[in-house]
């Protein structure tokens, strides 16, 4: 036992000095090395005076001489015998456990390959990767020998499309882009697993498990081998290593600063690691950008090398099928080649993507390396009239103009010819809202309107009738172009530099203002969709007065579409596409028929008393009159509200019910609707209510009846799963509601109570500080406010409350959540049914502001 304390003791302290040793200037290859031979060698120490029958070797990172601070160290016990082995390899990993190593194990015998080999593909990996550290050699060699004999040409065909299919599932999983804002390291586009990948499938095709027991990692022999058989050069191999190392070094410090086996990584780690590495907060955007590099680098290798295998040995296309696109170039299969690569101008390579575009094609490597060379070493003349032509014709294509550019990004040559997009490249935004760079997010919209292409619904139909699809895929592309300049106000920077760039590409006075426009108004559509009333006349008359045509209105629309869903898959929900739709027919018919937001409100909202009053046994035609009197003939309740909905409204009134409670849903959310008499911080309490019952607030709508009967309707989806809420959870909501009404629940102090429970979740998800703002804007009837701040929990039902402390009453609101920031709007009127006076502006918006700095 003195034995195993000194080891332990000998293990902590070496362990210690090798991360202590670790900066942001370390090699992270070489920390690995160091911490995986002190494992190897300690496991030897422990087991020296040992004979096993079994042989006990390093598997997974361990196996590659790669682990973090905090990897899962990985043993594979390999035996002729398990039955006979078994009390000798528990000894050992009790042995193992007492000297201080915590160990991860699993025990193999020769039967596992091919059970394995056909039922788990990631337990079949797992056998690629092992290293001798101890025990009975032959077994090991054995061991290996059967492995290689297990794999012919139907198991590595079979394998090779399996290992594919794996990676497909986990860029679904874990994110398919190398500019990911918030990625994980490991396991997103362009991480650590892509160039491992690349490893397996190599051993799987040249039956080599390049196992070598040289004190040297996996990845450094990796790329060795592949220079050797010229998957890769030289030069390459060494930017692949640099960027490996890079992203490793990066796990290495989110390993250490989380103390966990963390590969997820935010953006408050990203914050953190720069005060650990002496940079202050404003690098981030540079940090981050060298991430970025680094993984675009291993990601477009690993997607040639996946390319290799699927063109070349899993679907060969035989030489006598290729054929001349062109002097320069020819086809075979999927695959482009140059017949003189070296010889290569700007616009030849221009040329080359539009072919790739038009055949759904790729570059074979000696292609793709020589653009590479050619633009990062910038041996080209760029030609602007020539290039044009063709990056206009990349436009034009009937389809993949959207994966053909984001080709040419990946290499860098669309930020060649375009260097006013080169700034976009890593250009990130802090928070959850973005999930992408800009440029990245930008390309993602352009794919995006080409799904359209085959869409039956009405977005499809109208991207569809659009015969300048050119135009729609410009405005994508300059729609942020001017964000690295400044964010705010970037979409009026942004139409200047289309037109700039438009003017300098050939295009005339026609197209740049249809450009220009799109680019000046991307944000216009979304802010008043889901900021303002749409049942209002004066928001729909603002709204249409910015269009002459019911094309720019088509065009914007998409333009919107493609913005809003490129930018994260949470944020394009059911209840965001029906409000623009809604805004989008309304205007349209305002458009088409030359009428004003007045003719079309009333003309649609027309009500019959007869037709409501055929809903119930309950009602008459004069309850349904008087009912809609009462409302003050407000046109915004007859047309939100079906003519079911209001007669079920009237009944309810007729009961005399303290208050009544109608759930409804619809799509992804879930509508609740509440009758009762008006009373001071009314709209506070029904917001606390659904924050304590983990009920999310997208929309909420006030109409209030002459003798103070107020009907709010909510809609609103399930804290956690952003989906409908839970019919489940019905009967306590309304529970809830009468008793908060009653003064049996303390509202506030549940709240208060609420934001203990979801503490950990609220700091995960809303933890980041930002920018805060109340702002007011003009309205006929009412005042405008518009609150801007990150997102907390039981955010909406504190302001409310300040309001109505404030003597506001609030008889709209809407709110728009962006990850995790918020945009609240409210209409809102004094206690004397007014507006608010400008003399009480200020003071409203000061003591919001420090409501919500108290929230924060």
């Known amino acids: 036992m003195n034995k195993l304390l000194q080891i332990k003791k000998s293990f902590h302290s070496q362990r210690h000095n090798i991360f202590s040793e670790l900066n942001k200037d370390s090699d ?63 000894s050992l990993i009790t042995k193992l456990f007492d000297a201080g190593l915590e160990v991860s194990h699993t025990v193999r015998e020769s039967s596992d390959i091919l059970r394995f080999r056909d039922s788990d593909l990631h337990a079949f990996t797992q056998f690629f990767e092992t290293r001798f550290i101890a ?122 600063i989380t103390k966990s ?55 060969p296309v035989p030489d006598s099928l290729a054929f001349a696109l062109d002097d320069d170039f020819f086809l075979k299969g999927k695959v482009i080649y140059a017949n003189r690569p070296e010889n290569l101008s700007f616009s030849d390579i221009l040329r080359a993507y539009y072919y790739r575009g038009l055949h ?87 794919k995006n309107l080409e799904k359209l292409a085959n869409d039956n619904s009405h977005l499809g139909k109208i991207y569809r009738s659009i015969p300048e699809k050119e135009i729609l895929f410009l405005a994508m592309i300059f729609h942020d172009i001017a964000k690295p300049i400044n964010i705010a106000g970037h979409e009026l ?44 006349p004066e928001t729909l008359n603002n709204f249409v007065s ?72 309950l009602i008459s035609e004069s309850d349904v009159k008087e009912h809609l009197e009462s409302m003050h003939d407000d046109v915004g309740y ?34 609740i609707t509440i009758i009762t008499k008006d009373f001071p911080a009314l709209l506070s309490k029904l917001c606390g209510v659904l924050a304590i019952n983990d009920v999310n607030i997208h929309d909420a709508k006030i109409f209030t009846r002459k003798d103070g009967i107020v009907i709010d309707t909510f809609n609103v989806t399930d804290f956690r799963t952003h989906k409908k809420v839970d019919p489940a959870k019905y009967e306590k909501i309304q529970k809830d509601f009468e008793n908060a009404l009653t003064g049996y629940l303390e509202v506030h102090k549940e709240v208060s109570q609420l934001k203990s429970r979801w503490k950990r979740l609220e700091q995960k998800l809303f933890g980041r500080t930002g920018q805060v703002k109340v702002s007011f804007d003009n309205h006929e009837r009412y005042t405008i406010i518009d609150v801007f701040s990150p997102d907390r929990l039981g955010f909406l039902y504190h302001i409310t409350r300040k309001m109505s402390e404030l003597g506001l009453i609030i008889h709209f609101a809407k709110i728009s959540t962006k990850g995790d920031d918020i945009v609240d709007s409210f209409y809102v009127l004094n206690q004397r049914g007014k507006k608010i006076s400008q003399s009480d502006l200020a003071f409203i918006q000061s003591e919001l502001i420090n409501t919500i700095e108290q929230i924060l």
Request: aromatic letters at 12%; a negative charge; hydrophobic letters at 40%.
């Open 135 to 256: 025990g009975n050699h032959n077994v090991y060699t054995n061991w290996i020998g059967k492995l290689l004999d297990s794999i012919d040409e139907t198991v590595k065909a079979n394998l090779l499309r399996a290992f594919i299919e794996d990676q497909k599932m986990r860029y679904a999983k874990f994110g398919d882009s190398p500019k990911m804002l918030e990625p994980n390291l490991k396991l997103s586009a362009g991480g650590l697993r892509d160039l491992q990948s690349i490893e397996w499938m190599f051993i799987l095709d040249h039956k080599d498990l390049i196992n070598w027991q040289f004190e040297q990692t996996q990845t450094e022999a990796l790329l060795s081998v592949l220079t050797e058989n010229n998957y890769t050069t030289p030069k390459e191999a060494e930017n692949i290593l640099s960027a490996y190392k890079h992203i490793l070094k990066l796990r290495h410090f989110l390993h250490l």
């Open 360 to 446: 759904n094609a790729y570059f074979d490597d000696n292609l793709r390396r020589t653009i590479v060379d050619k633009v990062y070493n910038q041996k080209f003349d760029l030609i602007e009239s020539e290039s044009s032509v063709f990056f206009r014709e990349i436009l034009r294509l009937p389809r993949n103009v959207g994966d053909t550019l984001y080709a040419m990004n990946e290499l860098g040559v669309l930020g060649a010819f375009l260097p006013e997009f080169r700034e976009l490249n890593g250009f990130m935004q802090a928070g959850v809202y973005h999930c992408y760079t800009a440029d990245e997010h930008t390309l993602v919209t352009i």
């Open 28 to 90: 992270s290859l070489e920390f690995s090395k160091k911490f995986s031979i002190l494992l190897e060698n300690t496991i030897r120490g422990i087991i020296s005076d040992e004979k096993f029958n079994f042989a006990v070797a390093a598997a997974g990172s361990f196996s590659r001489r790669e682990l973090s601070p905090y990897s899962d160290v990985d043993l594979m016990i390999i035996s002729e015998n398990v039955e006979n082995d078994k009390n000798e390899i528990v």
């Open 638 to 671: 007859t047309s939100h509200f079906s003519e079911e909905e209001i007669a079920k409204h009237i009944e309810e009134i007729g009961f005399e019910k303290d208050i009544a409670v109608m759930f409804k849903e619809f799509g992804d959310y879930t509508n």
């Open 493 to 536: 920077f942004g139409a200047e530099i289309a037109s700039s760039v438009m003017y300098r590409l050939g295009y005339d006075e026609s197209e740049v203002e249809k450009v220009a426009f799109l680019v000046r108004n991307h944000l216009l559509m979304e802010q008043v969709a889901f900021r303002r009333n749409l049942n209002d």
């Open 546 to 617: 910015h269009f002459n045509s019911t094309e720019e209105l088509d065009l914007l629309y998409l333009v919107t579409y493609a913005d809003l869903s490129a930018v994260n898959p949470a944020v394009w929900t059911t209840w965001k596409s029906e409000l623009l739709y809604e805004l989008y027919r309304k205007s349209r018919a305002m458009i088409a028929d030359k009428i004003s937001g007045e003719d079309l409100l009333y003309s649609n909202t027309y009500i019959v008393p007869k037709e409501i009053s055929k809903h119930s046994d």
């Open 261 to 315: 086996k963390t590969d997820r990584f935010e953006f408050i780690h990203q914050q953190k690691l720069l005060e650990v590495f002496g940079l202050p907060q404003s690098e981030l955007q540079n940090f981050m950008k060298e991430y970025f590099e680094a993984a675009n680098t291993i990601y477009r290798f690993s997607k040639s090398v996946i390319k290799k295998y699927l063109l070349e040995i899993l679907e």
